[in-house]
């Protein structure tokens, strides 16, 4: 184990950056993964879909109507469910990533001025390539 983590911490050494987008990449799809496995997919989906349906709808009616008002209304109701299914694994992954950020911060602060912005740039990326390949909500 000792000789895995001085393996790991000379390639961080040497390769800084390349490093730090595969550890992106690497925490950006067990994320992935946890928010699929513990949300109902299909749900969100047609979540979505009545969410555009209203978007739609918005533009036909002008503020102050009352179909208007109603619109909102069920537009605030599918964000606050969107919004809650999204709880549930955050609140599995919340403390591992944590502690994870903590070791990149302590190995990268030294090597790579603003990692972090490297690193937030790459788990865009990597996010939206992964949510395509699973058909994700």
């Known amino acids: 184990m000792v000789e ?7 390639f961080i050494l040497l390769y800084p ?3 730090l987008i595969i550890f992106s990449g690497i925490i950006t799809l ?4 946890v928010t699929k496995w513990l949300t109902n997919q299909e749900h969100l989906k047609s979540l979505k879909e009545r969410q555009k349906q209203i978007q ?3 533009k036909n009616h002008k503020p102050g109507e009352k179909m208007f008002e109603e619109l909102q209304n069920e537009m605030l109701q ?3 469910v969107m919004m809650k299914s999204s709880f549930k694994p955050m609140l599995v992954t919340i403390i591992p ?3 994870l950020f903590n070791w990149l911060r ?9 990692w972090i912005w490297y690193y937030i740039g790459s788990s865009i990326i990597f996010s939206v390539i992964y949510r395509k390949m699973f058909k994700m909500a």
Do not use: C, G, R
């Open 30 to 33: 067990i994320s992935t993964l």
């Open 78 to 80: 599918i964000s606050m």
């Open 17 to 19: 950056l390349i490093s």
């Open 97 to 99: 990533f944590l502690v």
């Open 4 to 10: 895995i983590m001085i393996q790991l911490v000379t």
């Open 106 to 114: 302590k190995n990268y602060d030294p090597i790579l001025a603003h």
């Open 56 to 58: 739609k709808d918005l």
